[in-house]
């Protein structure tokens, strides 16, 4: 029977130092669904890449293969030994991965609980392995479903009413090293959803000045637009540094930003001012380095992990209730994933009695004379009520034991019995639907 398998690597397992390693840009993530799909005994893929986590979802029948492909695929696509990595990786098997990946849509999961920016890159997780052509009957059923326990957690328990994220957070500890932060000069450098989140949370704190640098000068000018801050070329961070007193980075740079004596020139033109500096990218873009000098205040996401406050507290008291949102949605998908080995049997035996009744009925109506077609028709239906009155009580114990485990033992005496030749994935969604429809009226 297919699994559903997740090996991956989180803030709950591996330093930043690591994370940083596996983390897929948008077009690798693409390369990699397209790689991961190739090897074997992986039906189904999907690749979850955040600052916080890197999540291989798989559909095999054989999941130990399955786990040793997918390291093998990380190793490869990374170039890193697997042994490097290995004492960081979790892997989930079955109603175990389901779980999992449910307490991740919803939040419960994240470095910051009930943080709603893991649900929007789930889905362009999802999309992207849709437009691969890698998520496949189960990958789409698990997706849709964890979306429906992130919306019932949000909507049903207090786990989202106070905002907290991690750039949220970053501004709160901005403000525990600056009592006062209207008159501090910010430097945001990246332009994407956590540089914006960090930079709205500035805003709101009453910061004096925004400054925001990109590689791609539209897309800074475009959010200083948003935000009524100064966009400045890329280049001019390190003209810059001198002026600003605090520097939040979210740029994802394959190699440092800023480095050691880029800092040290600014620390002299300040008279060593302190300079506050929170590095929320993965990969990290600020040399940690930076952290040794006399009058810098660095942290990177990492840091976070230690930053608690009541909002915090306040999600974590309600993660129990989502936990049982998360049981109930669980145990039904669970139930659709067994009846997955009943449906193509029970579409057979359908088909099976249907060819024999209108052989059967057709050879008697062709024996018998002076019937009309009205006493035809009653005949027809008369032998089709039969048969449904036959297969009524075999087939609702038959789906009715699809989610216990003696689901596979019943369907395959049912092959066996009655000659059947089933293959489960090749059922079509209208004909798992007809399996649940009623039997012949």
Not at 123 to 147: C, E, M
């Amino acid at each position: 029977m297919q699994s559903i398998i997740v090996v991956g690597l989180s803030h709950k397992t591996a330093p930043v130092e690591i994370r940083e390693r596996f983390s897929f840009t948008r077009e690798g993530l693409e390369d990699g669904l397209v790689t991961l799909a190739s090897k074997g005994r992986i039906e189904e893929c999907m690749i979850v890449s955040t600052c916080n986590r890197v999540e291989v979802y798989a559909v095999s029948e054989n999941a130990d293969t399955c786990v040793e492909n997918v390291k093998a695929f990380l190793s490869e696509f990374h170039s890193i030994p697997v042994d490097a990595f290995s004492p960081y990786l979790y892997v989930s098997t079955g109603h175990m991965a389901v779980r999992h990946f449910y307490k991740v849509a919803s939040g419960i999961d994240s470095m910051v609980v009930g943080e709603p920016q893991i649900l929007g890159q789930i889905k362009q997780a999802y999309k992207t392995a849709v437009i691969k052509g890698t998520a496949g009957l189960i990958l789409n059923r698990l997706s849709h479903s964890a979306f429906f326990v992130a919306k019932r957690v949000r909507t049903e328990t207090g786990i989202g009413s106070r905002a907290v994220s991690v750039s949220y957070v970053a501004v709160e500890l901005a403000k525990r090293i600056f009592d006062k932060l209207t008159r501090r000069k910010v430097l945001l450098i990246g332009s994407g959803e956590m540089a914006e989140l960090a930079a709205r949370n500035l805003i709101k704190a009453g910061i004096g000045e925004l400054i925001i640098a990109s590689r791609n000068y539209e897309n800074a000018a475009l959010l200083a637009e948003r935000l009524n801050g100064k966009p400045i070329m890329f280049e001019e961070i390190f003209y810059s540094l001198k002026d600003v007193d605090i520097i939040i980075t979210a740029a994802g740079s394959t190699d440092f930003i800023l480095k050691p004596q880029h800092v040290k020139e600014a620390l002299k033109l300040r008279n060593n001012e302190p300079m506050f500096m929170i590095d929320i990218a993965v990969p990290r873009d600020i040399d940690p380095r930076i952290g040794e000098l006399a009058d810098i205040y660095l942290y990177d996401i990492d840091d976070l992990k230690n930053v608690l406050d009541e909002n915090i507290k306040s999600r974590r008291d309600n993660a129990g209730k989502a936990e049982e949102i998360i049981a109930e949605v669980e145990k039904a998908f669970q139930a659709w994933l067994n009846g997955l080995k009943v449906v193509p049997a029970i579409i057979d035996l359908k088909r099976r009695f249907e060819q024999i009744k209108i052989s059967e009925v057709e050879r008697a109506l062709a024996k018998l004379d002076n019937y009309s077609d009205k006493d035809k028709d009653v005949i027809r239906l008369m032998a089709s009520r039969i048969i449904g009155k036959i297969l009524h009580g075999p087939l609702t114990n038959l789906k009715k034991e699809a989610s216990t485990s003696r689901g596979a033992l019943y369907v395959d005496s049912v092959k066996k019995l009655f000659e059947l030749e089933t293959e489960i994935m090749l059922i079509t969604e209208e004909e798992e639907d007809e399996a649940t429809l009623q039997d012949w009226n």
